[in-house]
């Protein structure tokens, strides 16, 4: 089970916006994080807590081990529009967190 | 640049079948777990199945164990979710996505609705 907040987040320009998720066991850091874009496909953002995926810019960035995880972006574009998400692999069945809503005011 | 792309989705009334296809290309197909997740309208991502490289292996979320079957035909580079006995709580944008662990290579998805 995973806890993911805010469900939703509400930031400017050039904010920096942290996501939280927790597990509900020790999941070391068996966790992954998401990009959503309406009518888009997913895309992984972060693997294994912290490492930031190939291509993907330096100003998102993951930390957390153990059952608490946090997420978050730097200097917010109005690209990063879209709805995040959190995913444990320790176990089966997988599974996401709640999603958090990204808007740019 | 691996690519993805789902098939198969449709309106189809509860207690209906419907088959999914998930077509691949740009990686080594028979290298890779796949996996179907699924998003219900205003819903977030859900894990709905798993299969190993050579088929051999096959994981399910509880609430599908018995109605869906994912396989695979490495020869044809394609993932199917043969779904059976539909119910309303089923309707949803399925995805096909690389991996077990680490989804990446997702497609657009597919829109199953279930409905009468």
């Known amino acids: 089970q995973m806890t993911q907040s805010p469900s939703s987040l509400s930031a400017s320009v050039g904010d920096t916006v942290t996501i939280t998720c927790q597990a509900s066991q020790d999941i070391s850091n068996y966790l992954n994080w998401y990009q959503h874009k309406p009518g888009k496909a997913p895309k992984i953002l972060i693997h294994?807590?912290?490492i930031l995926e190939t291509g993907v810019p330096s100003r998102f960035s993951g930390s957390g081990s153990g059952t608490d995880f946090s997420f978050t972006i730097s200097s917010l574009q109005p690209e990063d529009l879209a709805t995040y998400y959190c995913q444990q692999f320790y176990s089966v069945p997988r599974t996401f967190g709640q999603g958090t809503k990204l808007e740019i005011k | 640049e691996g690519q993805v792309v789902e098939s198969g989705g449709g309106l189809v009334q509860p207690g209906g079948s419907l088959r999914l296809s998930c077509a691949v290309s740009g990686f080594t197909f028979n290298n890779y777990w796949m996996s179907w997740v699924r998003q219900a309208p205003g819903k977030g991502l859900e894990w709905v199945a798993s299969?190993?490289?050579?088929?051999?292996?096959?994981y399910y979320m509880d609430s599908v164990k018995g109605q869906f079957t994912i396989s695979r035909d490495n020869a044809k580079k394609s993932l199917d979710l043969q779904m059976k006995s539909l119910r309303i709580e089923d309707t949803a944008v399925y995805y096909c996505?690389?991996?077990?662990?680490?989804?990446?290579?997702w497609g657009q998805g597919t829109l199953v609705t279930v409905s009468s």
């Open positions: 996505a690389r991996g077990r662990n680490n989804f990446r290579y």
């Open positions: 299969i190993n490289e050579d088929g051999s292996e096959k």
């Open positions: 294994d807590a912290s």
